[in-house]
Protein backbone atom coordinates (compact mmCIF):
# COMPACT_ATOMS: atom_id res chain seq x y z
CA UNK A 1 0.00 0.00 0.00
CA UNK A 2 1.17 3.69 -0.17
CA UNK A 3 3.60 5.21 2.34
CA UNK A 4 3.09 8.71 4.04
CA UNK A 5 3.80 10.95 1.53
CA UNK A 6 4.87 14.80 1.85
CA UNK A 7 4.52 18.10 -0.39
CA UNK A 8 6.07 20.09 -1.35
CA UNK A 9 9.10 17.84 -2.04
CA UNK A 10 11.40 20.93 -1.69
CA UNK A 11 10.23 24.21 -1.40
CA UNK A 12 12.41 27.74 -1.68
CA UNK A 13 10.93 30.84 0.01
CA UNK A 14 12.08 34.53 1.21
CA UNK A 15 12.33 35.67 4.52
CA UNK A 16 9.16 36.73 6.33
CA UNK A 17 6.99 34.81 3.96
CA UNK A 18 4.40 31.69 5.00
CA UNK A 19 4.81 28.38 4.01
CA UNK A 20 2.56 24.77 4.53
CA UNK A 21 4.02 21.62 3.96
CA UNK A 22 1.15 18.88 3.88
CA UNK A 23 1.88 15.47 5.08
CA UNK A 24 -0.36 12.45 4.13
CA UNK A 25 -0.24 9.65 6.77
CA UNK A 26 -0.65 6.02 5.88
CA UNK A 27 -4.56 5.00 5.33
CA UNK A 28 -6.12 4.13 8.60
CA UNK A 29 -3.04 6.02 11.08
CA UNK A 30 -4.60 7.28 13.48
CA UNK A 31 -1.38 8.90 15.02
CA UNK A 32 0.47 11.34 12.89
CA UNK A 33 4.28 13.10 13.82
CA UNK A 34 6.12 16.04 12.73
CA UNK A 35 9.95 16.31 13.24
CA UNK A 36 12.47 18.65 12.18
CA UNK A 37 15.93 17.74 10.65
CA UNK A 38 18.55 20.71 10.68
CA UNK A 39 21.95 20.59 8.92
CA UNK A 40 24.36 18.70 11.01
CA UNK A 41 21.45 18.28 13.92
CA UNK A 42 19.85 15.13 14.42
CA UNK A 43 16.00 14.90 14.16
CA UNK A 44 13.92 16.88 16.25
CA UNK A 45 10.35 16.43 17.44
CA UNK A 46 7.64 19.22 16.76
CA UNK A 47 4.27 18.40 17.30
CA UNK A 48 2.01 14.38 17.15
CA UNK A 49 -1.92 14.49 16.24
CA UNK A 50 -3.95 11.79 17.95
CA UNK A 51 -7.14 11.88 15.13
CA UNK A 52 -7.17 15.18 15.02
CA UNK A 53 -6.19 16.83 18.15
CA UNK A 54 -2.65 17.68 19.61
CA UNK A 55 -2.35 17.04 23.22
CA UNK A 56 1.53 18.02 23.07
CA UNK A 57 2.63 21.16 21.31
CA UNK A 58 5.87 21.93 23.44
CA UNK A 59 8.16 20.63 20.66
CA UNK A 60 6.90 23.43 18.10
CA UNK A 61 9.89 26.02 18.51
CA UNK A 62 7.81 29.46 18.35
CA UNK A 63 4.21 30.38 17.96
CA UNK A 64 5.06 31.32 14.17
CA UNK A 65 4.73 27.50 13.78
CA UNK A 66 1.15 25.55 13.81
CA UNK A 67 -0.08 22.52 13.01
CA UNK A 68 -3.71 21.16 12.08
CA UNK A 69 -5.13 18.14 10.87
CA UNK A 70 -8.41 17.38 9.69
CA UNK A 71 -10.91 14.36 9.39
CA UNK A 72 -8.26 12.27 11.15
CA UNK A 73 -6.19 12.05 8.23
CA UNK A 74 -3.81 14.79 6.12
CA UNK A 75 -2.02 17.38 8.90
CA UNK A 76 -0.74 20.66 7.53
CA UNK A 77 2.67 22.22 9.24
CA UNK A 78 2.36 26.11 8.88
CA UNK A 79 5.22 28.36 9.39
CA UNK A 80 4.76 32.15 9.60
CA UNK A 81 7.01 35.13 8.68
CA UNK A 82 9.51 32.31 8.05
CA UNK A 83 12.77 32.56 9.27
CA UNK A 84 16.73 31.49 7.78
CA UNK A 85 17.10 29.36 10.72
CA UNK A 86 14.02 27.63 9.93
CA UNK A 87 15.42 26.25 6.66
CA UNK A 88 15.41 22.21 7.69
CA UNK A 89 13.89 19.04 6.41
CA UNK A 90 10.08 18.62 7.87
CA UNK A 91 9.71 14.86 8.14
CA UNK A 92 6.05 13.66 8.90
CA UNK A 93 5.38 10.44 10.11
CA UNK A 94 2.52 8.25 10.83
CA UNK A 95 1.26 5.14 13.14
CA UNK A 96 -1.37 3.32 13.86
CA UNK A 97 -2.32 4.11 16.76
CA UNK A 98 -0.36 6.01 19.96
CA UNK A 99 1.22 2.88 21.50
CA UNK A 100 4.97 2.86 22.42
CA UNK A 101 5.16 -0.48 20.92
CA UNK A 102 4.49 1.01 17.28
CA UNK A 103 6.67 1.62 14.67
CA UNK A 104 6.53 4.93 12.60
CA UNK A 105 6.42 5.07 9.51
CA UNK A 106 8.34 7.85 7.56
CA UNK A 107 7.37 10.30 4.85
CA UNK A 108 10.41 11.15 2.32
CA UNK A 109 10.02 15.36 3.58
CA UNK A 110 10.11 18.27 3.12
CA UNK A 111 13.74 20.39 2.24
CA UNK A 112 12.93 24.13 3.13
CA UNK A 113 15.13 26.81 2.27
CA UNK A 114 14.39 30.29 3.41
CA UNK A 115 16.28 32.60 1.72
CA UNK B 1 16.15 15.46 29.36
CA UNK B 2 16.82 12.17 27.14
CA UNK B 3 20.07 12.79 25.29
CA UNK B 4 20.68 9.93 22.32
CA UNK B 5 24.55 9.60 21.27
CA UNK B 6 26.09 7.65 18.39
CA UNK B 7 29.53 6.74 17.68
CA UNK B 8 31.06 6.65 15.38
CA UNK B 9 29.56 9.62 13.09
CA UNK B 10 30.72 8.00 9.88
CA UNK B 11 32.22 4.92 9.09
CA UNK B 12 34.06 3.52 5.83
CA UNK B 13 34.33 -0.07 5.60
CA UNK B 14 35.37 -2.40 2.56
CA UNK B 15 32.39 -5.02 1.22
CA UNK B 16 32.19 -8.15 3.22
CA UNK B 17 33.01 -6.54 7.26
CA UNK B 18 31.16 -7.12 9.42
CA UNK B 19 30.63 -3.86 12.04
CA UNK B 20 29.25 -2.62 14.89
CA UNK B 21 27.23 0.69 15.36
CA UNK B 22 26.94 2.47 18.77
CA UNK B 23 24.25 4.44 20.83
CA UNK B 24 24.05 5.50 24.04
CA UNK B 25 20.63 7.25 25.89
CA UNK B 26 21.15 9.18 29.48
CA UNK B 27 17.69 8.09 30.60
CA UNK B 28 17.01 4.11 31.15
CA UNK B 29 13.28 4.64 31.43
CA UNK B 30 12.79 4.07 27.75
CA UNK B 31 9.80 1.82 25.83
CA UNK B 32 11.95 0.77 23.04
CA UNK B 33 14.23 1.74 20.66
CA UNK B 34 14.57 2.03 16.66
CA UNK B 35 16.95 1.53 14.13
CA UNK B 36 16.28 3.55 11.08
CA UNK B 37 18.27 3.91 8.03
CA UNK B 38 17.81 7.20 5.86
CA UNK B 39 18.89 7.46 2.24
CA UNK B 40 19.75 10.46 0.82
CA UNK B 41 16.79 12.87 -0.21
CA UNK B 42 14.51 9.79 1.40
CA UNK B 43 12.79 9.26 4.50
CA UNK B 44 13.56 6.89 7.14
CA UNK B 45 12.92 3.41 6.93
CA UNK B 46 12.72 1.25 10.70
CA UNK B 47 14.77 -1.84 10.23
CA UNK B 48 14.75 -2.87 13.93
CA UNK B 49 12.15 -2.22 16.70
CA UNK B 50 13.11 -3.40 20.66
CA UNK B 51 10.83 -3.13 23.32
CA UNK B 52 12.00 -2.04 26.81
CA UNK B 53 11.78 -5.82 27.91
CA UNK B 54 13.76 -7.72 25.10
CA UNK B 55 17.65 -8.01 24.64
CA UNK B 56 17.93 -8.04 20.85
CA UNK B 57 15.79 -8.23 17.68
CA UNK B 58 17.43 -9.67 14.27
CA UNK B 59 16.51 -9.19 10.92
CA UNK B 60 18.29 -10.98 8.49
CA UNK B 61 21.83 -9.79 7.93
CA UNK B 62 20.71 -6.91 11.01
CA UNK B 63 20.78 -7.28 14.71
CA UNK B 64 20.10 -5.27 17.71
CA UNK B 65 21.24 -5.63 20.78
CA UNK B 66 19.66 -3.51 23.70
CA UNK B 67 20.83 -3.06 27.64
CA UNK B 68 18.44 -1.02 28.65
CA UNK B 69 19.92 -0.09 32.57
CA UNK B 70 23.46 0.69 31.06
CA UNK B 71 21.81 2.83 28.41
CA UNK B 72 23.44 1.38 25.47
CA UNK B 73 22.31 -0.69 22.07
CA UNK B 74 24.57 -1.86 19.46
CA UNK B 75 23.25 -2.74 15.59
CA UNK B 76 25.23 -5.38 14.19
CA UNK B 77 25.87 -5.49 10.41
CA UNK B 78 26.90 -8.55 8.75
CA UNK B 79 29.18 -9.42 5.70
CA UNK B 80 28.58 -5.42 4.63
CA UNK B 81 27.18 -5.05 1.42
CA UNK B 82 27.54 -1.15 -0.67
CA UNK B 83 24.05 -1.09 -0.73
CA UNK B 84 24.31 -0.65 3.26
CA UNK B 85 25.74 2.61 2.75
CA UNK B 86 23.11 5.10 4.68
CA UNK B 87 22.84 6.80 7.65
CA UNK B 88 21.77 4.71 10.16
CA UNK B 89 19.88 6.51 13.26
CA UNK B 90 18.55 5.30 17.08
CA UNK B 91 15.80 6.65 18.68
CA UNK B 92 14.86 6.05 22.22
CA UNK B 93 10.66 6.42 22.65
CA UNK B 94 10.14 7.81 26.20
CA UNK B 95 6.57 8.09 26.28
CA UNK B 96 6.54 11.61 25.19
CA UNK B 97 4.35 9.85 22.42
CA UNK B 98 7.46 10.94 20.09
CA UNK B 99 11.18 9.09 19.36
CA UNK B 100 14.61 11.19 21.14
CA UNK B 101 16.83 10.54 18.11
CA UNK B 102 20.96 10.64 18.27
CA UNK B 103 22.44 12.52 15.24
CA UNK B 104 23.34 9.30 13.10
CA UNK B 105 25.96 6.83 11.67
CA UNK B 106 27.03 7.60 8.47
CA UNK B 107 28.24 4.41 6.73
CA UNK B 108 30.05 4.21 3.30
CA UNK B 109 30.58 0.25 2.16
CA UNK B 110 33.76 0.30 -0.01
CA UNK B 111 32.98 -2.38 -3.41
Known amino acids: GAGVSQSPSNKVTEKGKDVELRCDPI?????LYWYRQSLGQGLEFLIY????????KSGLPSDRFSAERTGGSVSTLTIQRTQQEDSAVYLC?????????????FGPGTRLLVL | KQEVTQIPAALSVPEGENLVLNCSFT??????LQWFRQDPGKGLTSLLL?????REQTSGRLNASLDKSSGRSTLYIAASQPGDSATYLC??????????FGSGTRLQVQP
Open chain 1, 93 to 105: ASSFRIAEQETQY
Open chain 1, 27 to 31: SGHTA
Open chain 1, 49 to 56: FQGNSAPD
Open chain 2, 27 to 32: DSAIYN
Open chain 2, 50 to 54: IQSSQ
Open chain 2, 91 to 100: AVHTGRRALT
